[in-house]
């Protein structure tokens, strides 16, 4: 008999997890690709794992055996799945003129006209959200759809017992990833759901109010030896090591991690939580190191002495996104704001829940949940409104993901006798930011190195210029991609083609031999074909084909129609 693995903070043997949630996803259709394994000192490991058929679909591990990062990337995939996070950024439509689904995420959503917006919640929830009422009907609709309804999907609060629809677009909007989880038992996917969410809320408190944190005790660390093991090795390497309690006085179970890179003076903060100490601290250590083998520390800085960049926004989203944004001199000083504690908020797993809830109410708020098992697995997704939010409330004015609706009707309306000076009037007016990406801006996942893959905002402007026939905004565009590209890629000179044709149109210099000399006559003649418009976009995909001849995208939306039977399978019965 095979020798079984238990975990702190675990329901099941990793054994057992790891083959439950192999075999869910090999039924479900997936073939899950174990790449990147790392192991950069003893007792901390990472993997990247994804599925063969569509590797846009994908997560990480990480933890203190490989046992245990698998269950960790397993875990998350199908999380990602259940909680339908793999497709939150895409369009999941064939054709916007189809007749629509009767439910987009969940049979259980609620559809609303955008109008009645604020039936979905209740007045105190709004008063947080919106206390400005600025938000407006448009604000709340999904990318995900070319549907003219609010979607709001049910969540209960878990003081109140209340249901509320958070439409999808506040949740993708202002959460992101932020309070999804899988387990082995919905209670333990709900205990790590939300210490996730005190993690990051901790975190953001200490960037904000330039907090400095206890030093744990070295007789408290060398309780641990998997940790004491993985210290000791990264100090050998030239790497410190700083453990702190980021409990903020043993109110909250959260641990930080900041390591030192001595010969360059740059330093990375990690957190973690966990109810249970051991637990929170192994999990910050491996996070810290996730996805990096030592002389390869992206993401390191040195500190800094501007307060208000530490406690910016977009520093604080930084800090979610990969934890790399800046820190203050004063977090890594001795001037601790608290005494260290050695918290213990452990107990049963439906203990530890109940702990964890008590806080969130003693805080003034509640504890929102949606639960899904419909792979065999239960997920959820956890809300906790003035604590989990990763993004300002006024994002959804200010700069709503769903502006890409507008975007991708402009892309949709793309033929050659449509009326471009139009259209290129309507992409101005969105406001969008020169380096943003097209593809993710409309909701379509690209293959790897496509023409759409790697159009960028100011690419668009100058193909729609150009078919406008808008020579002087078509030469300023393409100067303002180069800054984007490399001038000696394939594209980069192609680039380079059209500014070096469109110059010598504009100061009406006929020597058109000079393009041919320079860049050769095949792409001289087809530059001028585009300049012309006898071709538009360099003969690329254009309006439904963008995503219909994306390999990539149509598979994500066989995936996403499989997941759609299964959630209607699970909600049927």
């Known amino acids: 008999m095979s020798e079984l693995t238990y975990i702190k903070g675990k329901d ?85 003129h189809e007749t629509k689904q009767t439910w987009l995420y969940y049979p259980n959503e609620k559809q609303v006209d955008p109008v009645e917006f604020r039936s979905c ?24 759809d070319s ?15 209340q249901t509320a629809y958070f439409p999808m677009s506040l949740l993708s909007n202002l959460y992101a990833s932020n309070g999804l989880s899988a387990g082995n038992t919905l209670l333990e996917a709900q205990v ?6 005190f993690e990051r809320w901790v975190k953001n408190k200490i960037m ?154 003693d805080l003034g ?43 991708r009707e402009i892309v949709l309306s793309i033929h050659p006798d449509c009326d471009f000076a139009e259209l290129l009037e309507w992409f101005d007016s969105l406001g969008l930011s020169e380096h943003q990406g097209i593809a993710s801006l409309v909701g379509l996942m690209p293959d790897p190195g496509s023409y759409w893959g790697q159009m960028k905002v100011s690419d668009f402007r100058f193909w729609l210029a150009l078919a406008a026939k808008d020579y002087e905004t078509a030469l300023d565009s393409i100067q303002e991609s180069l800054f984007f590209i490399d001038p000696t890629s394939e594209w980069g000179t192609r680039y380079k083609a059209f500014e070096f044709s469109l110059e010598m149109l504009i100061n009406e210099q006929a020597c058109s031999f000079s393009a041919e000399q320079l860049f050769g006559t095949e792409l001289a003649q087809k530059v001028w074909l585009n300049i012309q418009g006898e071709e538009l976009f360099f003969g690329e995909p254009l309006a439904l084909d963008v995503f219909k001849q994306s390999d990539r995208h149509q598979q994500l939306l066989k995936i996403y129609n499989k997941v759609r039977e299964v959630k209607q399978a699970w909600f049927n019965d």
């Open 365 to 407: 708020s509640d504890v929102y949940v949606a639960a899904y098992e419909h792979y065999d697995l239960p997920a959820c997704r956890i809300i906790v409104p003035g604590l989990s939010e990763i993004y300002p409330c006024q994002e959804l004015v200010e700069s709503n993901q769903n502006i890409g609706r507008e975007l």
């Open 208 to 361: 904000r109010e330039n907090l400095c944190l206890p030093e744990v005790p070295q007789t408290i660390i060398g309780q641990f030896n998997t940790v004491v093991q993985a210290i000791e090795s990264l100090k050998q390497e030239g790497i410190e090591v700083s453990v702190r309690d980021a409990s903020l006085g043993g109110h909250y179970p959260v641990i930080n991690v900041t390591l030192f890179e001595q010969k360059s003076g740059r330093c990375f903060a990690s957190f973690g939580a966990h109810p249970i100490f051991e637990v929170a601290l192994e999990r910050t250590l491996t996070e810290s190191l996730q996805g990096r083998q030592l002389g390869q520390l992206d993401g390191f800085q040195t500190p800094v002495f501007d307060e208000q960049a530490v406690a910016e926004d977009e520093n604080i989203e930084n800090h979610f996104i990969d934890s790399s944004g800046l820190i203050h001199a004063r977090f890594i000083s001795q001037e601790a704001d608290f005494e260290f504690h050695h918290w213990d908020f452990s107990g049963s797993t439906q203990q530890q829940w109940e702990q964890l809830v008590k806080l969130v109410v």
């Open 147 to 161: 549907n003219q309804v609010v979607r709001g999907l049910p969540l209960v609060a878990e003081h109140s017992r």
């Open 192 to 197: 790590q759901g939300l210490s996730e969410v």
């Open 12 to 96: 099941a043997c990793l054994e057992t997890s790891i083959e439950r949630m192999q075999s869910i996803l090999k039924d479900a259709g997936f073939d899950i690709v174990e790449a990147s394994w790392l192991n950069p000192v003893p007792n901390v490991y990472s993997v990247h794992i994804y599925d063969r058929n569509c590797p846009g679909l994908f997560t990480n591990g990480k933890g203190t055996s490989r046992k245990a990062t698998l269950a960790s990337a397993l875990g998350e995939f199908i999380e990602r799945l259940s909680t339908n996070y793999f497709f939150s950024d895409y369009w999941l439509e064939n054709d916007r």
């Open 121 to 144: 919640l209740p007045e105190h929830l709004w008063t947080f959200y919106d206390a400005d009422q600025a938000y407006q009907p448009e604000d709340l609709l999904s990318l995900n």
